[in-house]
């Protein structure tokens, strides 16, 4: 199948998307725009950016911190609660 010259339609459906993904993305960065539609409603924009992500500066990155963990032990002991209540405790 050759390739197509026409532009692409304003609006496309998910899956002529997915499989002509590269043709819409080239359209953006030409400047046009897509709706997306899923079932036929519209629920995405395809667009140009409006300026390129500023690059980052140097020193404005900071080192990660060490997370500090608590344990604590629990004797479990008879019947009573199972050690996955006492963890889901913990985590609330």
Known sequence: MPPRTTSPRPEVGVRELHNQL??????????????????????????????PPEPCESGL?????????????????????LASDYVLDQRR
Do not use: C, F, K
């Open 22 to 51: 590269s043709r819409y993305i080239r359209h953006a960065a030409e400047g046009g725009e897509v709706i997306v539609t899923l079932r036929g409603r519209p629920v995405a924009r395809l667009a140009p950016m409006e300026a």
């Open 61 to 81: 990155v900071e080192e990660p911190r060490p997370r500090t963990l608590e344990w604590r032990r629990i004797r479990l002991q008879g019947p009573g609660p």
